[in-house]
């Protein structure tokens, strides 16, 4: 199934959103003007002849002197409101830009994870009746940060309770993004949206299990899908324990992550302050010999 190219254009547009506001290009301009109008302020305060003058030498640099003085305060007030409203305004654009492209994204990703989920479904062979309940489903986090619940009971139907489910990044060129509500706190570190992932489902049969892996790329919309029948008598328990376990961030992704992401005062002292405490683990690691720890924000 192929997907207009814009559509997919916009998802790559969203992961490599840029959310820096870069100093404006009339600012050059405003601090000539700025430096100028000093300039013309000192040498008319300077040469300006008064009756009331003191008959001191260089009285008269001096009062160019506090003229430049009173206007270099004065522009500088009027050209930092002009950036305050320029941010705001560049900010608001972006911000309904980000909302676009999000939505697009959160849409393109909802469909793509069903086009899997089915592309496995119909590769087992297999129609609800024939699979068994699971105990003690962990819930994906990929799909609670797309599907609300109703969405998952119309999507997913009886399957909801009767396979394992999980969504990881697949690849080198992983693109990351936080949703519009994502903060950096906690462990919810990278907790939003990612392509190309990797959709892993287990069936469960009477006699077997069908495990099935779909490798999406959101950027062309392409899949690849492979199925793997366990068969219960090959394996000596079938009791299966689920755990969490986080996935080490290579440097470069994380830097590039970073690069990209507005922070405020809190949460630059947040990462400060995690980094420089990973840094000294690293050095004390390093004078006893021992296994460096892996980086933050796993």
Same mark, same amino acid.
């Given at each position: ?22 100093? !404006? ?33 260089? #009285?008269?640099?001096? *009062? ?21 409203? #320029? ?10 830009? =980000? ?13 793509? #994870? ?13 129609? !609800? ?6 105990? =003690? ?50 462990? /919810? ?13 287990? &069936?469960?049969?009477?006699?077997? &299990? ?24 090959? @394996? ?30 809190? *949460?630059?002292?947040? @990462? ?7 840094? /000294? ?9 021992? /296994? ?7």
């Amino acid at each position: 199934m192929s997907d207009r190219v814009s559509e997919r254009s916009l998802i790559r547009a969203f992961f490599n959103f840029d959310e820096i506001i870069e100093r !404006p290009r009339w600012m050059s301009f405003a601090q000539l003007i700025q430096l100028g109008v000093i300039l013309a302020g000192f040498i008319w305060a300077s040469v300006r002849e008064r009756e009331d003058r003191p008959d001191v030498t260089g #009285y008269n640099l001096l *009062e160019g002197l506090l003229a430049a003085c009173i206007l270099l305060v004065a522009t500088s007030i009027i050209i930092f409101i002009a950036q305050l409203i #320029y941010k705001a305004i560049v900010r608001l654009a972006r911000n309904r830009r =980000r909302a676009h492209l999000e939505k697009v994204t959160k849409a393109k990703l909802k469909s793509d #994870y069903r086009r899997a989920l089915k592309a496995l479904l119909a590769a087992s062979g297999l129609k !609800p009746g024939q699979l068994s309940t699971v105990d =003690r489903a962990e819930p994906c986090q990929f799909e609670q940060s797309l599907f609300s619940d109703a969405e998952l009971d119309a999507f997913l139907g009886p399957l909801r309770d009767q396979t394992f489910r999980a969504v990881t990044p697949h690849g080198t060129q992983v693109k990351f993004a936080g949703s519009g509500k994502h903060h950096l706190s906690g462990q /919810n570190f990278f907790d939003g949206y990612y392509g190309p992932f990797r959709v892993t489902c287990v &069936f469960f049969t009477p006699d077997a &299990f069908i495990i099935g892996e779909c490798i999406c790329d959101p950027f062309t919309g392409d899949l690849q899908k492979r199925i793997r029948t366990v068969l219960r008598s090959s @394996i000596q328990t079938a009791d299966f324990r689920t755990h969490l376990r986080t996935v080490p961030i290579s440097q470069p992704i994380l830097d590039d992550w970073l690069d990209n992401r507005r922070l405020d005062q809190e *949460e630059h002292h947040r @990462i400060r302050t995690i980094l420089a405490k990973h840094k /000294n683990t690293q050095a004390t690691a390093r004078r006893y010999g021992q /296994n460096l720890p892996a980086l933050p924000f796993a």
